[in-house]
Nanobody, 122 residues
Framework: VQLQASGGGLVQAGDSLRLSCAAS????????MGWFRQLPGKERDFVAS????????YYADSVKGRATISRDSAKNMVYLQMNNLKYEDTAVYYC????????????????WGQGTQVTVSS
């Protein structure tokens, strides 16, 4: 399984950004795809996840109402649309994949992309 994240960058507070994750290497039926973020020296925090089959979504409280995760099963892509970005959204964002029933714990995710930096200036 390979995950390639992209779409990060430097934005201003209040802006929007869409992160993309290209997934390959297998079919992802019954898998969960997630986005996590991490600051240097900190743990990797859950942002959002989506079930591949039904598209059921889950969000961290910190981004609920501002983020939308989606997947395009035809293209094997996962997206994270972030609106009204805040300074505290600054982090390296990772996409991840796992065959799991747990949607928000990084320890349950088996495969990880390389990360994409999101920097929000205040």
């Amino acid at each position: 399984v390979q995950l390639q994240a992209s779409g990060g960058g430097l934005v201003q507070a209040g802006d929007s950004l869409r992160l993309s994750c290209a997934a390959s290497g297998r079919t992802f039926t019954n898998w969960v795809m997630g986005w996590f973020r991490q600051l240097p020296g900190k743990e990797r925090d859950f942002v959002a996840s989506v079930t591949w089959n039904l598209g059921t979504t889950y969000y961290a409280d910190s981004v609920k109402g501002r983020a939308t995760i989606s997947r395009d099963s035809a293209k094997n892509m996962v997206y994270l649309q972030m609106n009204n970005l805040k300074y505290e959204d600054t982090a390296v964002y990772y996409c991840a994949a796992a065959r799991t029933r747990h949607y928000g714990d990084s320890r349950d995710f088996t495969y990880w992309g390389q990360g994409t930096q999101v920097t929000v200036s205040s």
